[in-house]
């Protein structure tokens, strides 16, 4: 294991999964562990993470002192190189500019360990306002930029390191080698971190877990609770009962793929409740965003807890909680209410159904779900599907939604779509849907007049969902999905591109 002490920087992520890239397994802690607490996790080596604060300031973070008395190697990134240094006797000032942005790497060791194998002038990213201005005691430099003297040092003999650019950028070049040179190199740590092991120990772990009790899941046709899933059904069979609301706001085809795939393929026990009705008639004549999405989340529960009951005696709930909402969410140790999604949350539980959690891959990011998805042999459609919203084509079908526009948009989505994968673009794409919008246009098809519906077609690029940009596709993509469009769906007869960033724009129209 390597443990990042994070100081709140908005990279502390990335430096984890920099870390399990090579097969190591990597975990982020707050900063104010304690040494005694950080030995009990018996990590190879520990990385200080960056920080938006000044450790010139009072107040600032500084980790336990004893932390550098446990003999296990530190890199410190940024900050934390800065914070190691003012700990061991060095000092940190303000120099005249701060430095923001490419800086060419002299490197004055070669043979130092961190730069075994980094090339002269490497280009380095660097985004820091302090630098450290005097070494600690038992340090030497190692490299330097014109504007930082001390851009990386080092104590080989206690095996601390510091580097003030940051390695687990893409813009830093060489940004994988200096990682490895610790993590591989100094740390020496096991590269045992696979999916097939991570598997085999979720399966014991459940299993020990749960002991002979029932866990419930409920199934979105999404990826993470599709993963969970299957892992927990590897791992107790049919002490997992499945539930799959169909609230009429599915994608074409989307509830027979989640049955086919649960029940038939895994032979997973899968209560299927059809709640369409349910859904569209307390939808009826509502246009407003909000309260359609108040609707569709008052009907969810209140299907899901109905079917909760009809399950038998249930000890815990499955979730999809991903390591992302875990380290995000304030209190990450904290009860189960502050994990629990909201959609699962709202009012809470009832009062006769109390039950624990059970969250399987709340330490993997998503793309390593995706990896146990493929590992557990689910189709590389689901595995690699869009996010989807909870609120479903609901949310899409802007005005009201009636089960024949609803039909309409499946349609369409369906298309555009299908466009997309034969263009072989959609895992270039974060995420791309279609809106029927609440107007009426007018066309000509032969030598007719029509008056129908218009469709928006819209396609985003993502890092995370917070921001987003437009895709551009090749025309020809657009323009086979607009003519399909308007030939096979009845009723449209108009189609358009939405070329709305985010922000302003959401990603969904309501
Ligand atoms: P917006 O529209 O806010 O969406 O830019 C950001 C991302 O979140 C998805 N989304 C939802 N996901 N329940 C969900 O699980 C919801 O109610 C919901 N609303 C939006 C959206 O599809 C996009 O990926």
């Not at 046709?221 to 609301?245: K, M, N, P, R, Y």
């Not at 809470?348 to 159904?353: N, S």
């Not at 493929?374 to 869009?386: F, I, T």
């Not at 526009?405 to 974060?430: G, H, M, P, S």
Request: glycine share 8%.
């Amino acid at each position: 294991t390597i443990v990042v002490l994070d100081f709140g920087a908005q990279y502390s992520q990335l430096i984890a999964r920099r870390v399990r890239e090579m097969h190591v397994y990597s975990q982020i802690v707050p900063y104010t562990i304690t040494a005694t607490e950080l030995a009990a996790l018996s990590p190879k080596g520990i990385i200080f993470s960056g920080g938006p604060s000044s450790v010139r300031s009072a107040g600032s973070p500084r980790p336990d002192a004893g932390i550098y008395e446990l003999g296990i190697p530190i890199l410190g990134i940024c900050y934390g190189l800065q914070v190691m240094s003012i700990q061991n006797g060095g000092t940190v000032e303000r120099p005249l500019k701060r430095e923001y942005g490419f800086a060419d790497l002299t490197v004055l060791h070669p043979e130092a360990s961190l730069l075994k194998g980094i090339s002269a002038n490497s280009r380095l990213w660097m985004s820091h306002g302090d630098a450290v201005a005097s070494l600690p005691d038992g340090f030497i430099q190692t490299g330097s930029t014109p504007n930082c003297p001390f851009t990386v040092i080092e104590n080989d003999e206690k095996h601390f390191y510091g580097v003030q650019f940051h390695p687990e950028v893409v813009h830093t070049a060489e940004g994988n080698q200096f990682l490895q040179n610790f993590v591989l190199g100094v740390c020496q740590a096991n590269q045992d971190w696979d999916m097939g092991f991570f598997i085999s120990t979720a399966v014991e772990e459940i299993r020990r877990k749960v002991g002979d009790k029932q866990v419930l899941c409920g199934l979105s046709g999404g990826v993470d609770s599709a993963v969970a899933a299957v892992l927990i059904h590897e791992a107790i069979g049919d002490q997992l009962v499945c539930v799959f609301v169909n609230n009429g706001l599915l994608r074409k085809g989307e509830a027979d793929m989640v049955l086919k795939l649960f029940r038939d393929h895994y032979n997973i026990r899968l209560q299927y409740a059809d709640a369409e009705d349910a859904f569209l008639s307390a939808l009826k004549g509502v246009t407003e965003p909000e309260a359609k999405r108040k609707i569709i989340g008052k009907v969810f529960i209140d299907t899901f807890y109905d079917e909760a009951r009809k399950a038998g005696e249930i000890s815990f709930l499955a979730q999809g909680t991903l390591y992302p909402d875990v380290i995000e969410s304030k209190s990450p140790s904290g009860g189960p209410s502050a994990t629990i999604k909201s959609h699962h949350n709202v009012g809470g539980l009832p009062e006769d159904l109390k039950w624990d959690l059970l969250e399987p891959l709340r330490e993997l990011f998503k793309d390593e779900v995706r990896a146990v998805g493929r590992e557990l042999g689910l189709p590389e459609e689901m595995v690699n599907r869009h996010p989807f919203p909870g609120p479903g084509l609901g949310v899409r079908c802007v005005g009201e939604v009636t089960k024949e526009r609803l039909d309409t948009l499946r349609d369409v989505d369906a298309i555009f779509i299908e466009e997309i994968r034969k263009a072989n673009l959609y895992d270039d794409i974060w995420q791309a849907l279609a809106c029927l919008l609440p107007v009426k246009s007018v066309g000509v098809q032969g030598d007719e007049r029509t008056y129908e519906e218009v469709c928006s077609l819209r396609a985003v690029t993502s890092e995370d969902a917070m921001t987003a940009d437009w895709y551009r596709f090749p025309p020809d993509v657009l323009q086979h999905a607009s003519s399909r469009i308007c030939n096979e769906v009845k009723g449209v007869n108009r189609v358009l591109y939405d070329i709305t960033s985010k922000p302003p724009g959401t990603i969904e129209w309501e």
